[in-house]
């Protein structure tokens, strides 16, 4: 037996500890807002079918709460491995090759985030001042969710490629 198998690296131990500490945090933070997302909106039903009110600005909260769950909750799917991918063919092909795959999916991802946070930061100063009609706050507080997203999966990408590239193809006995 080789002792070439899946041990990990450094480079890859260091990727992945980093990895798992953004996780775990932006994980508690998602379930959190969940929670309050989930209180809110029941409260906004109660309040209206039951006392006839509302909570002013309860339903523009809950839209923006979301936008950033969905800007976070899509980092941190790709950091567990998960992302919009069809892989029928790829999960046919060789390991190594699938490998290399994999590593190209997340190049493509990683330079399609860092181009989508260049441009949400140009759209953020053009409309990002006017403020929430509503809510009486600038528009930048919500947007800024896009870029934040973008920079986390752009991290995420970048770990998983050094851990890929660090890990040791198993050697078969």
Same mark, same amino acid.
């Given at each position: 037996?080789?002792?070439?198998?899946?041990?990990?690296?450094?480079?890859?131990?260091?990727?992945?500890?980093?990895?798992?500490?953004?996780?775990?945090?932006?994980?508690?933070?998602?379930?959190?807002?969940?929670?309050?997302?989930?209180?809110?909106?029941?409260?906004?039903?109660?309040?209206?079918?039951?006392?006839?009110?509302?909570?002013?600005?309860?339903?523009?909260?809950?839209?923006?709460?979301?936008?950033?769950?969905?800007?976070?909750?899509?980092?941190?799917? &790709?950091?567990?491995?998960?992302? %919009?991918? @069809?892989? !029928? =063919?790829? #999960?046919? *092909?060789?390991?190594?090759?699938?490998?290399? &795959?994999?590593?190209?999916?997340? %190049?493509? @991802?990683? !330079? =399609?985030? #860092?181009? *989508?946070?260049?441009?949400?930061?140009?759209?953020?100063?053009?409309?990002?001042?006017?403020?929430?009609?509503?809510?009486?706050?600038?528009?930048?507080?919500?947007?800024?969710?896009?870029?934040?997203?973008?920079?986390?999966?752009?991290?995420?990408?970048?770990?998983?490629?050094?851990?890929?590239?660090?890990?040791?193809?198993?050697?078969?006995?």
């Amino acid at each position: 037996m080789n002792d070439r198998s899946t041990h990990p690296g450094a480079a890859e131990r260091w990727a992945l500890a980093l990895e798992r500490g953004a996780i775990r945090g932006l994980e508690a933070l998602l379930t959190v807002t969940f929670a309050f997302i989930f209180i809110l909106v029941v409260s906004l039903v109660v309040l209206r079918y039951v006392f006839n009110s509302t909570i002013v600005g309860g339903n523009e909260a809950t839209v923006m709460l979301f936008i950033y769950t969905t800007a976070l909750g899509s980092a941190v799917e &790709l950091a567990h491995g998960k992302h %919009i991918a @069809i892989d !029928a =063919l790829v #999960a046919r *092909l060789p390991p190594a090759l699938s490998r290399r &795959l994999d590593v190209f999916n997340l %190049i493509v @991802i990683a !330079a =399609l985030n #860092a181009a *989508l946070f260049v441009y949400s930061l140009d759209w953020i100063g053009a409309v990002g001042g006017s403020e929430h009609p509503v809510m009486h706050i600038p528009e930048g507080v919500v947007e800024v969710a896009v870029p934040i997203g973008c920079a986390l999966t752009f991290i995420f990408c970048v770990t998983r490629i050094v851990a890929a590239l660090a890990a040791k193809p198993a050697v078969p006995e």
